[in-house]
């Protein structure tokens, strides 16, 4: 079946001038275009364009959807559950952040006062519920149960002080990481160096034993996993490859 691009702006939500730059941008183009000059678009198409959606709704920017879509060894299944285990993923934080207001209302309500430590509780869980959905088979394949299980332990156990400490240090290794990219600094550089003593820094906050060739292990699924790398490049893309070539590069220096 063909659709026309007003009767695929219909079906999809999207408009029609959003469709035009998709075709203007390369990211999505008609399946043919006819005599009349009309774009007609079909099944390939349709697959293609609600695989942009899913992507977009992650929040992944446009020139990293048409990288991912266009690589060869793009898998739509692979994708699809990727999809799944961050949208997931999403739902279990929204209902821990329910439960957490929830219980914050009642406790106003009687005049209770919260332990510090369940105030935090949701946020930590979530990270871990989080990392578990998204990065948990490939860590787990790879270097095994036991490795996540003490990461997930560990971060739990985490102090009020010591989680900020860990979100905060995620926040500057993402924001230095796109300075550098903007910047076109080397990751064998000085801030290359910079951002790899954080992000290991990041790593063993939770008290687990820095072993370099783990740290290069986990850098490497950051440009081999589309997940990873939608995280890093969702503002600018290449800090993925950067913080794995910096970790490559640093790692047994740090």
């Not at 860990?166 to 951002?195: D, F, M, N, Q, Y």
């Not at 906050?205 to 290069?216: A, C, F, M, Q, V």
């Not at 490497?220 to 913080?243: I, K, M, N, S, W």
Request: aromatic share 8%.
């Amino acid at each position: 079946m063909e659709y026309s691009i007003q009767e695929l702006a219909r079906l999809s939500g999207v408009t029609t001038r959003t469709l035009r730059w998709y075709d203007q941008i390369g990211l999505l183009k008609p399946g043919r275009v006819a005599e009349n000059g009309y774009r007609r678009y079909g099944p390939a198409q349709v697959d293609r364009l609600q695989d942009i959606l899913y992507y977009r709704a992650l929040g992944v920017e446009l020139a990293q959807i048409r990288a991912c879509l266009d690589d060869p060894d793009f898998d739509r299944l692979t994708a699809l559950r990727g999809h799944l285990a961050r949208l997931e993923g999403e739902r279990a934080r929204l209902d821990g952040l329910i439960r957490s207001v929830t219980d914050t209302i009642h406790a106003e309500e009687r005049n209770e006062i919260m332990r510090d430590e369940q105030k935090f509780e949701v946020f930590k869980r979530q990270a871990v519920e989080r990392n578990e959905a998204l990065y948990g088979r490939e860590v787990r394949e790879k270097y095994g149960d036991a490795q996540m299980d003490e990461a997930n332990a560990a971060v739990m156990g985490l102090t009020q002080e010591q989680y900020r400490t860990w979100t905060g240090l995620g926040e500057e290794i993402r924001a230095g990481l796109e300075r550098a990219v903007s910047e076109k600094l080397s990751p064998e550089g000085e801030e290359g160096r910079r951002i790899a003593a954080l992000h290991r820094r990041w790593l063993t906050l939770t008290g687990s034993r820095y072993d370099p060739e783990k740290h290069r292990g986990l850098a490497a699924l950051y440009t081999e996993d589309p997940r990873f790398t939608a995280y890093y490049d969702r503002r600018v893309p290449g800090c993925a490859q950067f913080l794995r070539a910096a970790v490559e590069r640093w790692a047994e220096s740090l």
